[in-house]
């Protein structure tokens, strides 16, 4: 029987290791941490049931295979997705992306309609302030983009950002009325167990040797070996879904990443977000850039209400820089990947993923293999 090595047991990690073991492959998952999941895995406070940052999946509706891939694991329950932000200079919540409905309630509302009517949408833009002053106009750049990018990329200023490496709305980056931004172009949805994905981790990893709180040591990939402190590991296919600059042990030097810092705080109150939103966005000088009401997405029943508060900092490797420089340097690290050894999910591709795409992606390889 053929022997796989996977790196990781985040969401890729164990998904890889499920089409794996399915292809005949005897798998063993290395996690460097006590469990699996990474931050995908449901966690208790108080009772209430809550993930590092909001997880929900989101399915292109014409991929039906991958909503039946999730329902085979998973109960869901399908969401609506609509976003409350507070501007900059405004004392008030809003819809986000800005909705037109709402410009006359705006102090600036003048100028606002005056760079609508002169912003040039055809323009290629240089960078990521470029991109949202031709899509919406300086004004309302600066109230909605401007501070919330910067404190999420903690940067001074958004020309520091490539455009066309950012993920942000650009489907419609101002919209005529407010409602569910998908609008039955995504399958938006989130498991109805109260431990969300914690029982996906576990059936894909069903028949697959396990080894938690387990660092590797050293990589010699072109022999598709690994090392745990002396003791040696071999096999026929390695996925990696550690960071690339950590499989090649940093020999381009250091990814740049930005974390967050989850503060969980349990409030008296049975709902604090109106009915179909779960996330605030804080789009001024608050060190704070959104809040998640968790039990609008876990469907948990109490009469108190639990949220979590996310602040940007480098504690940990999240999402990928979207620079040009930061994405050329990953490629010169990918372009050291020899054959059977893949880089897959958002460190080992250093792209910002989420389940869905990362699904497809696995599945693209199994293909190849």
């Known amino acids: 029987m053929k022997k796989a090595i996977v790196i990781g047991g985040g969401f890729a990690g164990c998904t890889a290791a499920y089409f794996l073991k399915n292809k005949g492959f005897d798998v063993t998952i290395f996690e460097a941490s006590n469990e699996l999941g990474a931050g995908i895995r449901t966690h208790f406070y108080k009772g209430h049931p809550y993930t590092f940052g909001p997880h929900h999946l989101l399915i292109d509706v014409n991929d039906g295979w991958a909503i039946d891939y999730f329902k085979g694991f998973l109960e869901l329950r399908q969401l609506t997705h609509q976003v409350l932000t507070t501007p900059y200079g405004e004392n008030s919540f809003y819809n986000y992306p800005p909705v037109k409905s709402d410009i006359d309630t705006f102090q600036n509302k003048e100028q606002i309609y005056k760079e609508l009517k002169e912003r040039n949408t055809n323009a290629k833009p240089k960078n990521l302030e470029e991109y949202w002053e031709n899509s919406i106009g300086n004004t309302l750049y600066n109230m909605f983009v401007n501070n919330y990018s910067k404190k999420m990329w903690n940067i001074k200023n958004n020309t520091e950002l490539d455009e066309d490496l950012c993920f942000?709305?650009?489907?419609?980056?101002?919209?005529?009325?407010?409602?569910?931004?998908?609008?039955?172009?995504?399958?938006?949805?989130?498991?109805?167990?109260?431990?969300?994905?914690?029982?996906?981790?576990?059936?894909?990893?069903?028949?697959?040797?396990?080894?938690?709180?387990?660092?590797?040591?050293?990589?010699?990939?072109?022999?598709?070996?690994?090392?745990?402190?002396?003791?040696?590991?071999?096999?026929?296919?390695?996925?990696?879904?550690?960071?690339?600059?950590?499989?090649?042990?940093?020999?381009?030097?250091?990814?740049?990443?930005?974390?967050?810092?989850?503060?969980?705080?349990?409030?008296?109150?049975?709902?604090?977000?109106?009915?179909?939103?779960?996330?605030?966005?804080?789009?001024?000088?608050?060190?704070?850039?959104?809040?998640?009401?968790?039990?609008?997405?876990?469907?948990?029943?109490?009469?108190?209400?639990?949220?979590?508060?996310?602040?940007?900092?480098?504690?940990?490797?999240?999402?990928?820089?979207?620079?040009?420089?930061?994405?050329?340097?990953?490629?010169?690290?990918?372009?050291?990947?020899?054959?059977?050894v893949y880089s897959i999910g958002r460190l080992g591709e250093y792209k910002y993923k989420d389940m869905y795409w990362i699904l497809k992606d696995i599945k693209e390889i199994m293909n190849q293999i």
């Open 168 to 340: 942000s709305v650009k489907k419609e980056p101002l919209r005529r009325q407010p409602g569910d931004y998908f609008s039955g172009a995504i399958y938006n949805a989130y498991p109805t167990n109260l431990d969300g994905y914690n029982v996906y981790f576990d059936k894909c990893v069903h028949g697959v040797k396990v080894q938690l709180n387990t660092k590797i040591s050293k990589f010699d990939l072109e022999n598709k070996t690994i090392w745990i402190d002396k003791q040696k590991y071999n096999a026929d296919i390695i996925i990696s879904t550690i960071s690339l600059d950590d499989l090649f042990e940093y020999r381009y030097g250091e990814l740049k990443y930005m974390g967050r810092d989850f503060m969980k705080i349990l409030l008296p109150i049975e709902r604090i977000t109106p009915e179909g939103y779960y996330f605030l966005y804080y789009a001024g000088d608050e060190p704070y850039t959104r809040i998640v009401e968790y039990k609008t997405l876990t469907g948990y029943k109490s009469k108190d209400t639990l949220i979590g508060i996310e602040i940007p900092s480098n504690s940990n490797r999240l999402y990928p820089y979207p620079t040009k420089a930061e994405v050329d340097r990953a490629y010169r690290y990918k372009n050291l990947i020899p054959k059977d």
